[in-house]
Nanobody, 121 residues
C-alpha cells in the first residue's frame, strides 16, 4: 500500500532541465521528511537532496547546489526535484525517499522504484 511513484526521467542534453515528481501514498506524507537519491552505473547510491516536512528547510549534495531544487506540495502528497544545467555526470537512476519517523530525512523508510535520467554530451 505504501507507494512512492516517480516520474519525469528521460534523455536530455547537457545544459538542459528536467523536473522529477514523486507522488506518495499509503503513509502520512505531510509529517515525513522527503528526499531524493541517485545511483549511477557502477557507483554507490548517493544522497542528492532532502526537504523538511513543511518545506522550510532543504539540503543538497554539494555537486548539485545551485542547479537542483527540491520542493514539496503536501496537499498533493508530491515531492519534486527541479534539475537545471544538467551534466553528463548527473546520469543516474533517481530514487524518491521517505522518512516517516523524522520531519527532516535521516533514515529512509520507503524508496521509490526509480526514474532514469540520462544526460547526453
Amino acid at each position: 500500500q505504501v507507494q512512492l511513484a516517480e516520474s519525469g526521467g528521460t534523455l536530455v542534453q547537457a545544459g538542459g532541465s528536467l523536473r522529477l515528481s514523486c507522488i506518495a501514498s499509503g503513509f502520512k506524507f505531510s509529517n515525513s521528511g522527503m528526499g531524493w537519491f541517485r545511483q549511477a552505473p557502477g557507483k554507490e547510491r548517493e544522497f542528492v537532496a532532502a526537504i523538511s516536512w513543511s518545506g522550510g528547510s532543504s539540503y543538497y549534495l554539494e555537486s548539485v547546489k545551485g542547479r537542483f531544487t527540491i520542493s514539496r506540495d503536501n496537499a498533493k502528497n508530491t515531492v519534486y526535484l527541479q534539475m537545471n544545467s544538467l551534466k553528463p555526470e548527473d546520469t543516474a537512476v533517481y530514487y524518491c525517499a521517505a522518512d516517516t519517523k523524522h520531519t527532516v530525512l535521516q533514515t529512509v523508510d520507503y524508496w521509490g522504484q526509480g526514474s532514469q535520467v540520462t544526460v547526453s554530451s
